[in-house]
């Protein structure tokens, strides 16, 4: 029975459906098309390739603020555009489960810090498949002035395109950075593996009862 339980191990594994990356364009933010970033190394945009703004979307480089930089390239989002502001993208997904990841940064580390929060979600038509929040410094889990993965898994029923959606929920303040909010950057989605179907570990068992009918049959002769 030990001999079974291994080898039926062995042919689950071998049969898993291997994780795959899915194409996030734009993900690092690094093509802003034919816009151009003023003189700070910032501007605003309705949109940018892969991603459309609500309002707008705002694309900053290692040099606007010069103490936070990303490590995935030389640009990245601030979701707060002197407004609560968020992003989103339409993506065409297979059935199966899927895993979120990008990289966050609260660009402001005193009071008041709500400025740094966010939400980051994936819908289908009405339905909810994923929606989670970040709340920035000061808080350990998020420290100020680096970038931190965030990640989150969702599944899809059938194949559909879902919306993957960003926002700034922090409101605007008088005092302070009060426009300034939440900093995301390599945004990536993979499939999650899955084990095999049912008939290929059946089929598994099935080869290894064949294998101990032949030995039996080997030692009675």
């Not at 689950?12 to 364009?25: G, Q, R, Y």
């Not at 931190?148 to 959606?165: C, H, P, Y």
């Not at 950075?177 to 939440?182: D, E, R, V």
Request: charged fraction near 10%; proline fraction near 5%.
């Amino acid at each position: 029975m030990k001999f079974m339980l291994k080898m039926a191990a062995v042919t689950f594994s071998i049969f898993a459906l291997p994780a795959h990356a899915v194409t996030v364009e734009n993900g690092s933010f690094e093509d802003i098309g034919d816009g151009t970033l003023n003189g700070r190394g910032w501007n605003h945009f309705s949109d940018v390739p892969g991603w459309t703004g609500d309002p707008n979307v705002e694309i900053q480089s290692n040099s606007t603020l010069g103490s936070i930089d990303t490590p995935f390239g030389t640009r990245y989002v601030e979701l707060d555009t002197n407004q609560d502001a968020g992003i989103f993208q339409d993506i065409s997904l297979s059935a199966g489960s899927y895993m979120l990841s990008f990289w966050y940064s609260p660009r402001v580390n005193a009071s008041p810090t709500t400025t740094n929060n966010m939400s980051f979600s994936v819908g289908l038509g009405g339905l909810t498949l994923l929606d989670g929040t970040v709340n920035g410094a000061p808080n350990t889990a998020f420290p100020h002035g680096v970038f931190t993965e965030v990640t989150g898994q969702f599944s899809v029923a059938q194949d559909a395109t879902v919306r993957l959606a960003f926002n700034a929920t922090g409101g605007s303040f008088s005092s302070g950075c009060g426009n300034c909010g939440a900093l995301i950057d390599n945004v990536q989605l993979s499939a999650v593996p899955l084990p095999a179907s049912g008939m290929l570990l059946i089929a598994g068992f099935g080869g290894l009862f064949a294998m101990r009918r032949t030995s039996a049959r080997a030692k009675a002769a």
